[in-house]
């Protein structure tokens, strides 16, 4: 057994051209609730603690995989972002930025990435919890 932080939550988040067009297709033809709206990302719940994020693709450039096109973000959601950091550094992972709060979303978090060069955001959420169902 693996002496590691928890993990509340996941999300995966896809960066769209058009937040409205996809915003309509996953709420309207797959029936995705939103959970959670910060104006340029919206996120669904898909299962009980799974949830997908669509974001508008303008300005965001730490989500690139590589030069040409957008990546994903795979988000593991948890309270203990900084033991995250810490627990990871000890097992050698290099990160690409450290835990920092971001003002815009109300999140604290870091990013790594994977072998494959996917985004990974360890984050906590800095607001109550905004629901609609």
């Known amino acids: 057994m693996c002496d590691r932080p928890s993990i509340d939550q996941q999300i995966t988040f896809l960066y769209t051209q058009d937040l409205t067009a996809s915003a309509s297709f996953y ?3 797959l029936g995705f609730h939103l959970w959670l ?3 340029t990302c919206r996120i669904y719940t898909v299962t009980g603690s ?3 994020g669509l974001c508008q693709e303008d300005g965001i450039l730490a989500t690139k995989t590589n ?3 957008p990546g994903v973000i795979f988000t593991l959601v948890t309270q203990q972002v900084d033991e995250w950091y810490e627990y990871l550094q000890q097992q050698g992972v290099k990160f690409a930025k450290p835990p920092t709060f971001n003002e815009k979303y109300k999140i604290y978090h870091c990013f790594l990435r ?3 060069g996917y985004l990974i955001e360890i984050q906590r959420f800095e607001l109550p919890t905004i629901t609609s169902e």
């Open 67 to 69: 030069d040409k096109k």
């Open 114 to 116: 994977d072998p494959n």
């Open 27 to 29: 709420e309207d033809k």
């Open 50 to 52: 799974g949830y997908l």
């Open 37 to 39: 709206d910060q104006e």
